[in-house]
């Protein structure tokens, strides 16, 4: 008998674990992959580790936001290294603008090239440091309308966001807002691959005598007198606990809820027909030695000035995330490059029945075209990239939904819409008292909003 049994062994799911395993609960991941650590996991081509969805990570600098967590989950001991102090570039129809790190640094940067939204961005970078729940029923896109005049400065200060969903009609200033702040704080990038995040976590769980089962796909929960008592999984296997956790996508949740009576079916509805954020589609460079000096910054490249073109209609963004991976080996020259952009299930839907490795030709041929677009972009800021190229690996949403099961290959969960806040964001508590939620579906995506989510979840339960 567990104390808690956790589903999912993302970061949300090992945040959960390390934490209540520190407070002495016996704990117990399951996660259906052979390789822990969901989003956080990374892989080894031609002897060099490929991250997933582990970039950067902002406001680790002692008293900022992440800091404090991150130290209460042993984090703090990784080889993080500070990015430049010009964290994110910005490039827009050929022009460049730089974010800088800090809030006056920021505002007073690019006070420089906007001098007449001089007092806009001082007032923009004031709020960020000041929202609050309200702030989810605030329209992201309308608040930054109000704010600058300046048309170009609006998509300029918006670009970065590229990693959350830019949909005009949805996105919440609440999630807007923490998808910049942490990182004006300040920025982090990581010495070595996401399992080493991952390793440390599932090092503390065992050190205070939990388990982490991968191989372990849970597909039923059942309930007696109102309370889930135990997990079934794919083998078979069932284990019980006194309290479960779920970090996986909340719609997969409630289809391993639908024999439990307690579970209205207007909950498992909602959770059903929640809409979820787009894809990401990434090509991971492996770049030929010694040819390329390694940048301590991201880079965000935008063909046109408008970076808000995602509506209804879900078409997202012209646009590529340059984010190089630091050398291993305190070489100068770096040897990978992620180049990641938005993209909506319907582009790879045709190959929605197939499998991993056996898509086909056509599948093989569109990657490549669609790696060969970002190239393009991104050689506005590194000239004739493709030539430097030793290996190109792409993903699709396709790859997210068979290793990580997240529905149409959503990047970032369940959407959230500041027109239906009540529906969209969501409460670590269900309908049945010792069921939670956790994970990036929940209130907020990236790692911050995981961890803070994580610390709500578990304020529940120890
Ligand atoms: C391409 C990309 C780049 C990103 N870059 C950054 C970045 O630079 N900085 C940042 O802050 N954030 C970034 N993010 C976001 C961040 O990685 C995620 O928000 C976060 O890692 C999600 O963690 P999670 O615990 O919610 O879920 P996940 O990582 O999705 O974990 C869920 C786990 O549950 C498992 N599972 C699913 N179904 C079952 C089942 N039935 N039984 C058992 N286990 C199951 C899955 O296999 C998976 O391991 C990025 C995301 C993507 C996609």
Redesign the pocket.
Known sequence: MNDVLI???????LACGTLLAGRGLKVLV????NQ?????QSFRRGGLHYD??????GGLAPGQTMHKAFSQLGLMDLPWQRMDEQFDRVIIGGRHFAFSQGYDAFAEGLAKDFPHQREALFGFVHRLQHITAADMEVSAYDYLRQTFSDELLLNVVSAAAM?TELRRESLPLFNFAHTCSSFIESSWRLKGDGNLLVNKLIGSIQQAGGKVLTG????RLTEKDGRIVSAVCADGQTYEAEYFIS??HPA?LCRMLEDCPSVRKAFRRRMAAAENTCG?F?AQLSIKPDALPYFAHNVFVYDKPNVWTMTEENEPVKGVMISARMPENDSDSLRQIDL?TPMPWHECEAWADTKVGHRGDDYQSFCRNKAQQCIALAEQYIPQLGELIEQCYTSSPLT?RD????PEGS???MRKDCRVPMLSFHSVSTPLPNLLL????IIL??????TMTAFETCSKIA
């Open positions: 589903i999912g062994s993302g970061l949300g799911g399951l996660e259906s992959s822990p650590g969901g989003c956080m997933t969805g582990l970039h950067y990570v990693k372990s796909k849970v597909v970090d996986i997969t990401m990434t990641l997210y290793y990580l099961g997240s990047a970032f969960g956790t994970g990036q579906s995506p990236g790692i911050e909003g995981v």
